[in-house]
């Protein structure tokens, strides 16, 4: 099959409206945008876009969302179109209202468990809520979330914060601690994240009118910079008991699925499948998707996938791979991460590696004040109310995940 056969034509493809909240709606022209970040121009009336000098009405799977029709749910069951967030969602809606344009079928989110339990015995009302309404604001717009827990708490390691970074023993304040976020609780706290994964899945389970959270993680790179401070065997073992106390909690559940291990492409620590081998022998029973990231041009990310399905034990079982991070080899100016875009998702929809399911652009959004070559599809205003700067890729994206196949790159 042709790019382009079952996909709208180009003149099909319908452009993005804008119809926010009322104190976020985009007024600015793209002339008005810093050069080279074209923005959106919101007609919140008609439902029209002007972009590129040229006016077209929102049809299609998006008009229902952006017209404010309806559930605004992606127009296919099974796709590759997947995102990234960062840990700031409690700080610009905008991050919620600007995925609906974009359509993924997945969005994964960082649930940070010393912000949950900053001092092991209750959780964080304000972020508790934050989480919530970051679920509950994805699934209006017909996105599922994961949660990829991270961080371990300094009380899980014995530590007390004193400030400016000192970290001291709770059963010595005069004695230092060595706290690291990204290592495991100290043994005789395993238990303290066994009972926070359980609370934290019956927490998200869809009670009270929310969203349900059914898909977990834990950790991130394990054979790169994450539990660094262990030794090799020892990293790994932890990680994997890790994994396997949230899997416990995960499976309490029916339907529920556990991720991982959230593979880094080129760790630093011990080779890539070496890990993801070790990683299935001690826990894949307990695995319901295997995950990996991938950092390289388009044929450089499908050569890893394959990779990690025919080196990486994958082959010894029937686990779907997502690439939960994808990305351009080095941070890409404007022209190069539209092509990349492009051709990553076109090359996967025209031709597809079956255990791939879902495919995560890395990243959706960035901060104000990053360097002008970002990975990230638009850059957040400075305040929670501020407009973002959409970047081409934005559009690479969002007309690919509708259904529409651009000529090329340059035409997104």
């Given at each position: 099959?042709?790019?382009?056969?079952?996909?709208?034509?180009?003149?099909?493809?319908?452009?993005?409206?804008?119809?926010?909240?009322?104190?976020?709606?985009?007024?600015?022209?793209?002339?008005?945008?810093?050069?080279?970040?074209?923005?959106?121009?919101?007609?919140?009336?008609?439902?029209?876009?002007?972009?590129?000098?040229?006016?077209?009405?929102?049809?299609?799977?998006?008009?229902?969302?952006?017209?404010?029709?309806?559930?605004?749910?992606?127009?296919?069951?099974?796709?590759?179109?997947?995102?990234?967030?960062?840990?700031?969602?409690?700080?610009?809606?905008?991050?919620?209202?600007?995925?609906?344009?974009?359509?993924?079928?997945?969005?994964?989110?960082?649930?940070?468990?010393?912000?949950?339990?900053?001092?092991?015995?209750?959780f964080d009302t304000a972020y508790l809520n934050t989480m919530h309404l970051l679920?509950?604001?994805?699934?209006?717009?017909?996105?599922?979330?994961?949660?990829?827990?991270?961080?371990?708490?300094?009380?899980?390691?014995?530590?007390?914060?004193?400030?400016?970074?000192?970290?001291?023993?709770?059963?010595?304040?005069?004695?230092?601690?060595?706290?690291?976020?990204?290592?495991?609780?100290?043994?005789?706290?395993?238990?303290?994240?066994?009972?926070?994964?359980?609370?934290?899945?019956?927490?998200?389970?869809?009670?009270?009118?929310?969203?349900?959270?059914?898909?977990?993680?834990?950790?991130?790179?394990?054979?790169?910079?994450?539990?660094?401070?262990?030794?090799?065997?020892?990293?790994?073992?932890?990680?994997?008991?890790?994994?396997?106390?949230?899997?416990?909690?995960?499976?309490?559940?029916p339907g529920n699925k556990v991720l991982g291990p959230e593979l880094a492409s080129?760790?630093?620590?011990?080779?890539?499948?070496?890990?993801?081998?070790?990683?299935?022998?001690?826990?894949?029973?307990?695995?319901?998707?295997?995950?990996?990231?991938?950092?390289?041009?388009?044929?450089?990310?499908?050569?890893?996938?394959?990779?990690?399905?025919?080196?990486?034990?994958?082959?010894?079982?029937?686990?779907?791979?997502?690439?939960?991070?994808?990305?351009?080899?080095?941070?890409?100016?404007?022209?190069?991460?539209?092509?990349?875009?492009?051709?990553?998702?076109?090359?996967?929809?025209?031709?597809?590696?079956?255990?791939?399911?879902?495919?995560?652009?890395?990243?959706?959004?960035?901060?104000?004040?990053?360097?002008?070559?970002?990975?990230?599809?638009?850059?957040?205003?400075?305040?929670?109310?501020?407009?973002?700067?959409?970047?081409?890729?934005?559009?690479?994206?969002?007309?690919?995940?509708?259904?529409?196949?651009?000529?090329?790159?340059?035409?997104?």
């Open positions: 099959m042709s790019q382009r056969q079952g996909l709208l034509a180009p003149s099909q493809v319908p452009f993005m409206s804008v119809v926010l909240a009322a104190a976020i709606v985009w007024t600015a022209s793209c002339s008005d945008r810093p050069t080279g970040i074209p923005g959106p121009l919101a007609a919140a009336n008609d439902c029209a876009l002007t972009s590129r000098g040229s006016a077209r009405s929102v049809h299609g799977p998006r008009a229902s969302f952006l017209c404010g029709g309806g559930g605004g749910t992606t127009p296919f069951d099974n796709t590759i179109f997947a995102l990234a967030g960062q840990d700031n969602h409690d700080r610009n809606p905008v991050v919620y209202q600007t995925v609906g344009e974009l359509s993924p079928t997945w969005y994964r989110a960082i649930l940070i468990w010393k912000k949950m339990a900053p001092t092991g015995g209750t679920v509950d604001s994805m699934g209006a717009r017909g996105i599922n979330v994961y949660f990829h827990v991270m961080a371990t708490p300094p009380w899980a390691q014995h530590c007390m914060d004193i400030g400016n970074g000192v970290y001291r023993l709770i059963e010595d304040p005069t004695s230092a601690c060595a706290y690291d976020e990204n290592s495991p609780p100290s043994p005789d706290l395993w238990i303290a994240w066994q009972s926070f994964t359980g609370a934290m899945v019956r927490e998200f389970a869809g009670a009270g009118g929310h969203r349900a959270v059914t898909h977990w993680a834990f950790g991130n790179e394990p054979n790169d910079g994450f539990m660094v401070n262990a030794t090799k065997p020892d990293r790994a073992a932890a990680f994997a008991l890790a994994t396997e106390y949230l899997a416990d909690a995960v499976h309490s559940i080129g760790g630093h620590l011990v080779g890539d499948n070496e890990f993801l081998v070790d990683f299935i022998v001690r826990i894949g029973y307990k695995m319901d998707i295997i995950t990996a990231h991938a950092y390289s041009d388009a044929p450089g990310i499908r050569a890893i996938a394959l990779d990690r399905i025919n080196n990486g034990g994958l082959l010894w079982g029937s686990w779907p791979l997502w690439l939960t991070e994808v990305g351009e080899p080095s941070p890409p100016d404007t022209a190069y991460q539209a092509s990349f875009v492009y051709d990553l998702y076109s090359g996967f929809l025209a031709n597809p590696i079956p255990r791939v399911q879902e495919v995560f652009y890395f990243n959706h959004f960035v901060q104000p004040g990053v360097p002008d070559t970002p990975r990230g599809l638009m850059i957040l205003g400075a305040g929670a109310a501020a407009a973002p700067m959409v970047r081409p890729a934005f559009y690479c994206y969002m007309d690919l995940s509708h259904g529409g196949m651009p000529y090329d790159s340059q035409h997104c």
